[in-house]
Each structure stands twice: as structure tokens, then as C-alpha cells.
């Protein structure tokens, strides 16, 4: 078999579509939104290449439209997720011992697929699942997917020219293996994105995937199932399953050759699965790799110095953009006194322009929460943030879920800089303010630092860089994703790595070469061209 030393192509951000009115990408994920609105999907498991069905099924429904069933799922017993894994197993060796190049040309196949044919389906899936107009789905199941498959093809490349020195009688060399069993892959309603790279990224270095996706997000899933496998994985390399997450879990956890988890999602069930592998650490064939991104309470601080539209637009956008349900929204921010009347005025006025409801009316900015859940949870605080004679809602605090679950944006402004709503992580499009006297700066600063258990994103706004250097000292432990004079999201693959540390994850930044790495195993070998026939070293001469 020939041989080479392959240069991949070089990885560059998927540019992001405007769909303007007219434009020919606007027409066509309005008919493809249209036709899986009308259609009605049977989503089976995905095991070792074959459908499964098991007849124990739930529905799926677009949150801002609840009463519409766009289809049904099938959840795994037992016995499923065992086959899932023996499956993942068996698969492994091959897959592990493929050329590397052939692993990569699937998933920039893949990444052509969605560039290409499946662009409208993904994104107008990730539109009625998730409920997100179509920008936020452009930049997630379009253009983020695409970067994370060809960017970390390039990352692989570059990790394994990674080698170490050797001299002319020894040859050193690195060999990047992948774990020693399986990989298993959680995945989170809000990015159909990570729900895709969480699998494939482990999948690429050589490892196999038992993959479970969010309940709230099985239908576009489902389309990322599609795309792989016409892309080329092979069967058994990356198997989905639905169902209870407690026994799908504790089934993965229980298998003595789990390699390693790749998980999105709440700091609670993280932990809680640290702890279970934990309790079965001695069961296990080697030590698992935990990688997690989990929650976040971000942060916006403006300095007096700071342009009060532009720190208004960062709320704006950072707080209310996909209703607040990213892990990097803002979700808190601290002004001063001196700019409060114009950063307020400036918000009132964007925050009344925005439209909300189906994602289909293009013109909507806001649409749906994801769940009756989460609905229920964000309407508690707003009406206790009502109640509270320490808080006041100032802007939104109305909700109506007949139809769909939609809780307006709202801003909530209290005197109590540890007011409930500024330390508990809520997802939604609720953020509150706390205004601070001027002279205080360095004390707020503090403050921020202190308040949160979570340390993913947060952004200072600043025009004197004197005052943005001594935040970002002074916050270098809050924010493992650091915004000067922009909102705290938005991650671009290849440009800002993602991840942040303390109750928000273990920081491997998705999106680099760093998260890559932990799904590998290096193997050290030196070859030496002469051997030693004598023990004797020099020193023991007479």
C-alpha cells in the first residue's frame, strides 16, 4: 500500500449565511422547515449500523409550538445499551488501527455534507427542535459543526507531528493511541453543534462512542446520525441510544472497558457521574478521561469609562440571543451609577424592538424555552423577583405557555449584589443588574470574582486599558472564556477555544487541539540502532 506524508486541507471558519429577505438560502430552509413540520419521523436507536426499535417510544414536539408532534423515539432497555457497548467494543481495533488520513476524509466528508446538501435540513431541524430563529441555528448546526469536523482534523495533524528529539544513534518517536475501550458521549439540548463534535471528536483520534443525546434534541440528532453515515463511518464506531439517563449511564459506567466521558450539560449530573466513576474506579481496565463543560453564571462589568450602547447592545445580545440558553449567556452585570440611566434607556429601547414567537417568522428574535421544565423553573424566579422588596423587574417578567413556552426577556435590577437571581444559573433569558458607585470599581471586581461557584465566560466593557488590565488580572480565575468590550458569547472554533473551569467543567477547549489530546494515550518507543554489548560505563575504568 502506498504511503505519504498527507497534508489535510487547511481548516477555515464556514462562512455564515445572511438569509436576507430574497435570498436563495432564506427560500430553501423555509421549504425544508415546512416539510419536517408536515412529516412525521420514527427516530430508532443506532446500534453497530442497524436500526432498532423497541416499541416503548416518546414524542418530540417543537417548544415554541408544543402541541405539534413532529414525531416519536424509541428509548433503549438494558440490553440495548450492553449491545451498544459490546458493539463499540468489538468495533474498536479496526477502527483504531485505520490509516489516519481515512479517519479524517470521513469527517471532512462530513463537514462538506453539511456545508452542502443537508444544510437546510439541519438547520431548519435544529429550528423546530430547539426552537432557535436562523441565525442562532446558522451559526450552531451549520457553521460550528462545520469548523469543529475540519478544524480538528487539522488539530489531529498537528498532534502527531508533535515528536520528540532523537539523535543519530537513537530514533524517539511518539505514537498517539487511542483509549483502551470506549468513549461514551452526553450531549446538551442547546447546540446541535457540541451534540455532534462530542462523539466525532473522540471518534477521529480512534476511539469508539456509545453516544446519548438530550431527549430535547433527538430530532436533529437524528439528521447528524444521517449525515454520518453517509459520510462513511463505518458500523459500530458510533452508537446512539435514547432513553432513561440514570440507566443508560449507570449501564456505560458499569463496564469495566469505559475509557472516558465527553460530556455537556449541568454541573449536578456531572459531578454525580465524577462520583460514580469514582465508586467504580477499580473496576475499570484503566483510569477514564472525565471531560466536561457544564454551567455557568456569566458575567458583564462595565467601567465608568465604558460606551453605554455598547454595553447595553452586549446585554442585549449576550443575555437574550437563543432566549438566554447558552452557557456563556449573561446572566448577570454590574454598572455604574454614572452610566445606569443611559445603559437602561439603551436597553428598554432594543428590548421592546425585539419581536417573539415560531422561529419560522423570520422576523421573530426571540422565540421559545426549551421545555415546560425549564419554563416553569424561569417563571418562578421572575414572579418571585416581583414579590422581593430587594429586587424589582424593570424590563419583560411576562410568560405564556398556551402554545409555546415563551418567557419574555427580562431584566431584573437589585440592590443585593448576592440576590438570588445574580448567583443561581437559570438559562433563560433573565439577567440581572446590580449598579455600583463608581468609586467602587475595584471592590466589584471582587465582588464578581466571589459570587458565582462557576467560572465559563464574562466580559468587561472599558475604554481605558488601564482599568480592562486590572479586570482581567483580577478575574483571570472567573472566566475561562474572557470577552474585552464584546458579549460574553460566541465562541468561534479555531479562534477562542471553549471552556471554563471551577463548577463550570474541566476546561479542555472544545474547538483546539487541547480537548483532542484526551482521547489519546501516547506510547513513547525508542528504537536504538546499536545495541550495548558491555555493561561497563567509563567511570568504572582503572
Given at each position: ?376 423553573k424561569l417563571a418562578s424566579y421572575i414572579d418571585q423577583a416581583k414579590k422581593d422588596e430587594n429586587a424589582e423587574v424593570i424590563i419583560g417578567g411576562g410568560y405564556d405557555k398556551s402554545k409555546g413556552y415563551f418567557i419574555e426577556p427580562t431584566v431584573i435590577l437589585t440592590k443585593d449584589p448576592k440576590y438570588t437571581t445574580m448567583c443561581t444559573e437559570l438559562f433563560g433569558p433573565v439577567i440581572t443588574i446590580y449598579v455600583y ?106
Amino acid at each position: 500500500m502506498g504511503k505519504g506524508v498527507f497534508q489535510v486541507p487547511t481548516a477555515i471558519n464556514e462562512p455564515i449565511k445572511s438569509y436576507a429577505p430574497g435570498t436563495p438560502e432564506r427560500e430553501e430552509v423555509l421549504a425544508a422547515y415546512k416539510e419536517l413540520y408536515n412529516a412525521s419521523v420514527d427516530v430508532p436507536l443506532y446500534i453497530n449500523g442497524k436500526e432498532i426499535r423497541t416499541g416503548d417510544t416518546g414524542t418530540m414536539a417543537p417548544p415554541h409550538d408544543h402541541q405539534h408532534i413532529l414525531g416519536t423515539y424509541h428509548k433503549a432497555e438494558k440490553k440495548h445499551i450492553q449491545e451498544a457497548i459490546d458493539t463499540a467494543i468489538q468495533a474498536r481495533e479496526e477502527w483504531a488501527n485505520l490509516a489516519w488520513e481515512q479517519r479524517a476524509a470521513v469527517f471532512l466528508r462530513a463537514a462538506e455534507l453539511i456545508a452542502g446538501p443537508y444544510r437546510a435540513k439541519i438547520n431548519a431541524a435544529t429550528m423546530l427542535a430547539q426552537s432557535k430563529n436562523i441565525f442562532q441555528a446558522e451559526i450552531d448546526a451549520a457553521c460550528e459543526f462545520i469548523d469543529f469536523l475540519r478544524f480538528n482534523v487539522e488539530f489531529m495533524t498537528k498532534i502527531y507531528e508533535d515528536q520528540p528529539e532523537s539523535t543519530s544513534g537513537a530514533w524517539n518517536r511518539i505514537e498517539y493511541r487511542p483509549l483502551e475501550g470506549f468513549v461514551y458521549a452526553i450531549t446538551p439540548f442547546n447546540f446541535t453543534a457540541i451534540s455532534g463534535n462530542l462523539p466525532a471528536s473522540a471518534a477521529l483520534m480512534g476511539n469508539t462512542v456509545v453516544w446519548k443525546p438530550s431527549d430535547s434534541q433527538i430530532f436533529s440528532a437524528q439528521v447528524i446520525v444521517e449525515i454520518f453515515k453517509e459520510a462513511g463511518i463505518p458500523d459500530g464506531v458510533i452508537n446512539v441510544v435514547y432513553g432513561d439517563p440514570v440507566m443508560i449511564t449507570d449501564t456505560v459506567l458499569a463496564s469495566p472497558d469505559f475509557a472516558g466521558i465527553h460530556f455537556t450539560g449541568s454541573s449536578h449530573v456531572f459531578k454525580d457521574i465524577w462520583a460514580k466513576i469514582g465508586t467504580n474506579i477499580h473496576h475499570y481496565k484503566t483510569y477514564p478521561r472525565i471531560v466536561g463543560e457544564t454551567g455557568g453564571k456569566d458575567f458583564i462589568i462595565a467601567h465608568p469609562s465604558a460606551n453605554a450602547k455598547q454595553v447595553a447592545t452586549g446585554i442585549s445580545r449576550g443575555a437574550f440571543e437563543y432566549q438566554g440558553q447558552k452557557c456563556s449567556a449573561a446572566s448577570r452585570a454590574y454598572i455604574p451609577k454614572s452610566l445606569w440611566s443611559d445603559v437602561e434607556k439603551f436597553l428598554k429601547e432594543d428590548i421592546a424592538s425585539f419581536k417573539m414567537g415560531s422561529p419560522e417568522d423570520m422576523s421573530n428574535f426571540i422565540t421559545a424555552v426549551i421545555h415546560e421544565g425549564s419554563f416553569d423553573k424561569l417563571a418562578s424566579y421572575i414572579d418571585q423577583a416581583k414579590k422581593d422588596e430587594n429586587a424589582e423587574v424593570i424590563i419583560g417578567g411576562g410568560y405564556d405557555k398556551s402554545k409555546g413556552y415563551f418567557i419574555e426577556p427580562t431584566v431584573i435590577l437589585t440592590k443585593d449584589p448576592k440576590y438570588t437571581t445574580m448567583c443561581t444559573e437559570l438559562f433563560g433569558p433573565v439577567i440581572t443588574i446590580y449598579v455600583y458607585e463608581d468609586s467602587e470599581w475595584s471592590q466589584t471586581l471582587e465582588l464578581v470574582d466571589q459570587t458565582s461557584e462557576y467560572a465559563l465566560t464574562g466580559a468587561i466593557f472599558s475604554t481605558d486599558r488601564y482599568a480592562a488590565t486590572e479586570a482581567t488580572k483580577a478575574l483571570q480565575n472567573s472566566a475561562g472564556n474572557f470577552y474585552i468590550n464584546d458579549k460574553p458569547t460566541g465562541a468561534v472554533v479555531g479562534q477562542q477555544p471553549f471552556g471554563g473551569a471551577r463548577a463550570s467543567g474541566t476546561n479542555d477547549k472544545a474547538g483546539s487541539y487541547l480537548n483532542l489530546l484526551r482521547w489519546v494515550s501516547p506510547r513513547t518507543i525508542k528504537e536504538t540502532f546499536v545495541s550495548p554489548a558491555d555493561y561497563r560505563y567509563p567511570f568504572l575504568g582503572e
